[in-house]
């Protein structure tokens, strides 16, 4: 019996097995006895990796459209391979962003894969003995939450040319290259644990099972041991509830809190560990800081500084008279927000906006602000302040690749009559 043999796998915990099942039905539209069936016969046969159920591939080979989930032009801005969240989606919503409105950053297409099939593979000089992890290892292991946000590097890099007239290279986000959630997984310590990761250990390099990116190879972007220890560094493989959807990088997916996004590895297949430092196109041609003004190493691109969005249309248009503003501000460094400020005048006079709701760290702060205002032309710019007063500044230093555009936002706003 399917059920016994996932107990035997390690899997003991009745409800959530069952409701990992159930989602699994959902995720996979096969019925109840088939997902079992799967589910059981992958983990029996202890499939070697490669190996895919027959009927699990025919159920996910139908069709493979770069984004699995539904992304109309209502909520998302349609960037080539990638979906950008609509900040106004926001006005409406608690603290996260439904994974139906998370942003989606693919380099090239999401892959269905099979989690019975799925192996981890951990090796490299940095541990004692190279381990395979299932995912039914993963899901027998005690898991942890954490609310965070996943920010891609790129993040309002359009503002480098709309506002300081010098446009980096790369996809031109507005500002939502950003969601947040409740992110359910094995800290990737306990992992690399098993591993017996050594002491001489410097560097990971966790690797997408993506296609592979041109002749670059697979996406793979090397992590300094430290924060790959770190006990919030995880293996995620549930999403605000959810069995972690195709496009956010099912079955497992890396969650690095307050780095850029491209160091949460989504489709997970394997990390090398590496007694010496690990270099791959992900931290030498890409994510640096390039540009006259750095220096001649080019530092790689790792922590977020602080930023902000208003829950408005880019541009808006707003009826004359009291309107009440809403936002929200984050800090990648800083972990949290102290104080979030508001002009409707270009930067002259500023409005202390009042912040609400929870504050995770690596997560952001809501806030609101009252605005009476008269008909005309607005640029209204919203600058936060974080826990280590670090404040977003009017403008950043330029860098050609057009990462980490901190600077306040001039976002425009039509008052009519
Ligand atoms: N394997 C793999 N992991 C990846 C990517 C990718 O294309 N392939 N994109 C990265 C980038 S650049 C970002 S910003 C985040 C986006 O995560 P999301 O699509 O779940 O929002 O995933 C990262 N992890
Ligand atoms: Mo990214």
């Given at each position: 019996?399917?059920?016994?043999?996932?107990?035997?796998e390690?899997?003991?915990?009745?409800?959530?097995?069952?409701?990992?099942?159930?989602?699994?039905?959902?995720?996979?539209?096969?019925?109840?006895?088939?997902?079992?069936?799967?589910?059981?016969?992958?983990l029996?046969?202890?499939?070697?990796?490669?190996?895919?159920?027959?009927?699990?591939?025919?159920?996910?080979?139908?069709s493979?459209?770069?984004?699995?989930?539904?992304?109309?032009?209502?909520?998302?801005?349609?960037?080539g391979?990638?979906?950008?969240?609509?900040?106004?989606?926001?006005?409406?919503?608690?603290?996260?962003?439904?994974?139906?409105?998370?942003?989606?950053?693919?380099?090239?297409?999401?892959p269905?894969?099979?989690?019975?099939?799925?192996?981890?593979?951990?090796?490299?000089?940095?541990?004692?003995?190279?381990i395979?992890?299932?995912?039914?290892?993963?899901?027998?292991?005690e898991?942890?939450?954490?609310?965070?946000?996943?920010?891609?590097a790129?993040?309002?890099?359009?503002?480098?040319?709309?506002?300081?007239?010098?446009?980096?290279?790369?996809?031109?986000?507005?500002?939502?290259?950003?969601?947040?959630?409740?992110?359910?997984?094995?800290?990737?310590?306990?992992v690399?644990q098993?591993?017996?990761?050594?002491d001489?250990?410097?560097?990971?390099?966790?690797?997408?099972?993506?296609?592979?990116?041109?002749?670059?190879?697979?996406?793979?972007?090397?992590?300094?041991?430290?924060?790959?220890?770190?006990?919030?560094t995880?293996?995620?493989?549930?999403?605000?509830?959810e069995?972690?959807p195709?496009?956010?990088?099912?079955?497992?997916?890396?969650?690095?809190p307050?780095?850029?996004?491209?160091?949460?590895?989504?489709?997970?297949?394997?990390?090398?560990v590496?007694?010496?430092?690990?270099?791959?196109?992900?931290?030498?041609?890409?994510?640096?800081?390039?540009?006259?003004?750095?220096?001649?190493?080019?530092?790689?691109?790792?922590?977020?500084?602080?930023?902000s969005?208003?829950?408005?249309?880019?541009?808006?248009?707003?009826?004359?008279?009291?309107?009440?503003?809403?936002?929200?501000?984050?800090?990648?460094?800083?972990k949290?927000?102290?104080?979030?400020?508001?002009?409707?005048?270009?930067g002259?006079?500023?409005?202390?906006?009042?912040?609400?709701?929870?504050?995770?760290?690596?997560?952001?702060?809501?806030?609101?602000?009252?605005?009476?205002?008269?008909?005309?032309?607005y640029?209204?710019?919203?600058r936060?302040?974080?826990?280590?007063?670090?404040?977003?500044?009017?403008?950043?230093?330029?860098?050609?690749q057009?990462?980490?555009?901190?600077a306040?936002?001039?976002?425009p706003v039509?008052?009519?009559?």
């Amino acid at each position: 019996m399917a059920q016994d043999q996932l107990k035997d796998e390690g899997v003991y915990d009745r409800d959530r097995l069952e409701r990992h099942l159930w989602q699994l039905q959902r995720t996979t539209g096969l019925d109840r006895r088939k997902v079992l069936r799967l589910f059981a016969s992958g983990l029996a046969t202890g499939a070697a990796a490669g190996y895919v159920p027959g009927l699990m591939q025919q159920a996910l080979a139908q069709s493979s459209p770069p984004i699995v989930k539904p992304t109309p032009p209502s909520l998302f801005y349609i960037l080539g391979t990638n979906r950008e969240m609509r900040w106004e989606v926001m006005r409406d919503q608690d603290y996260t962003v439904p994974n139906e409105l998370f942003f989606v950053r693919n380099h090239t297409v999401t892959p269905r894969l099979d989690a019975t099939a799925w192996r981890l593979q951990i090796y490299g000089s940095g541990v004692r003995r190279p381990i395979s992890v299932s995912y039914a290892d993963l899901l027998a292991m005690e898991s942890v939450t954490r609310t965070r946000a996943i920010e891609c590097a790129g993040n309002a890099r359009s503002f480098f040319g709309t506002q300081q007239g010098t446009p980096g290279s790369g996809t031109q986000w507005k500002l939502g290259a950003i969601g947040v959630a409740e992110w359910e997984g094995v800290p990737l310590w306990k992992v690399l644990q098993k591993a017996g990761v050594k002491d001489t250990a410097v560097d990971i390099m966790p690797q997408g099972l993506d296609d592979p990116v041109g002749n670059q190879g697979n996406v793979r972007r090397p992590l300094p041991i430290e924060k790959a220890l770190d006990k919030d560094t995880l293996l995620v493989l549930r999403m605000n509830g959810e069995i972690l959807p195709p496009d956010h990088g099912y079955p497992v997916r890396l969650l690095v809190p307050g780095w850029g996004g491209i160091s949460s590895i989504k489709w997970i297949g394997g990390i090398e560990v590496s007694e010496t430092p690990l270099f791959s196109p992900w931290n030498t041609t890409q994510y640096r800081f390039f540009g006259a003004e750095y220096g001649p190493d080019f530092p790689p691109v790792t922590v977020h500084k602080v930023k902000s969005a208003l829950e408005l249309p880019f541009p808006a248009t707003l009826p004359a008279g009291r309107n009440l503003l809403t936002g929200r501000s984050w800090s990648g460094s800083g972990k949290k927000i102290r104080q979030v400020e508001v002009s409707f005048d270009g930067g002259y006079r500023w409005k202390r906006a009042s912040t609400y709701g929870p504050q995770h760290e690596q997560a952001w702060r809501r806030w609101s602000v009252e605005w009476d205002a008269l008909p005309g032309h607005y640029t209204v710019k919203v600058r936060a302040t974080d826990s280590d007063g670090l404040s977003q500044p009017d403008s950043v230093t330029f860098n050609t690749q057009g990462y980490s555009f901190w600077a306040v936002v001039s976002h425009p706003v039509t008052v009519n009559a």
